[in-house]
């Protein structure tokens, strides 16, 4: 190896043949890793993420408004949480995140809210203006409570203009911008996912955000 050269996609080599002496170049790229789930007989299966997308879909056939691009957003976050976890996972562990069929949900918008739209604001987002905001307050099953996905504890009350981008839109729409973060409260597990209607307003428009989760109250489930 004569030469090595950091690149965005990479790492760039020059190299040498001992037999021939001709110079070549090599390409390396970090890959994703060979996450395992142990199976109950002990053997390891990789784990692939379109098999635990059709298993979400399954669960999920009888919630007509769960889309198919949430449940692939839930299958790249049961994908990292497992990732996290190490390089591989019991498939009971597996199933207990993924089994986490959304449940409940909360729309609370200072816009009018279709009729028709999706857990995740589908539908929804595309009628909003510059002053516009929507929360979503997305539950999942009461076990999701104790998986690492939903570790941190409590719903944020004090977001900031800086913790939105436009990559965190489940709809990517021109001009807006979004958050979502994951958390546990009341032995319950949920999603809040904001958007905001206007990028250049960010700080306005937190500070509107900021006053709606101040008064939110979440309770332990009632029984039965």
């Known amino acids: 190896m004569t030469e090595t050269r950091v690149t965005a996609d990479g790492l760039r080599r020059r190299r040498v043949c001992t037999v021939c002496k001709r110079r070549f170049t090599t390409y390396e790229k970090l890959g994703a890793p060979g996450l395992k789930v142990a199976k109950r007989d002990s053997s390891l299966e990789a784990f692939d993420g379109d098999k635990l997308f059709r298993a ?10 769960v889309s ?9 976050d049961i994908e990292a949480t497992l990732v996290d ?24 918008a200072n816009f009018a809210l279709p009729e028709e739209r999706g857990d ?79 990028a250049a307003a960010s700080t306005r428009l937190v500070e509107l955000v900021n006053s709606v989760l101040a008064t939110v109250e979440i309770s332990p489930r009632a029984a039965g």
């Open 120 to 198: 995740f604001g589908s539908g929804a987002v595309e009628l909003m203006g510059d002053r516009d905001v929507l929360i979503v307050l997305f539950e999942y099953e009461p076990a999701a409570a104790g998986a690492p996905l939903f570790k941190a504890r409590g719903i944020p009350r004090s977001l900031s203009a800086n913790q939105f981008d436009p990559t965190m839109l489940r709809r990517g729409i021109a001009g807006q911008v979004g958050f979502q973060t994951f958390f546990h409260q009341a032995d319950r597990a949920f999603c809040l996912y904001v958007v905001l209607g206007n």
């Open 68 to 76: 198919d691009e949430d449940l692939r957003r839930i299958a790249r």
């Open 56 to 65: 979400l879909r399954r669960v999920a056939a009888h919630r007509g408004v």
């Open 85 to 108: 976890s190490g390089d591989y996972a019991p498939s009971r562990q597996t199933r207990e995140v993924f089994t986490a069929v959304p449940q409940p949900v909360a729309h609370i």
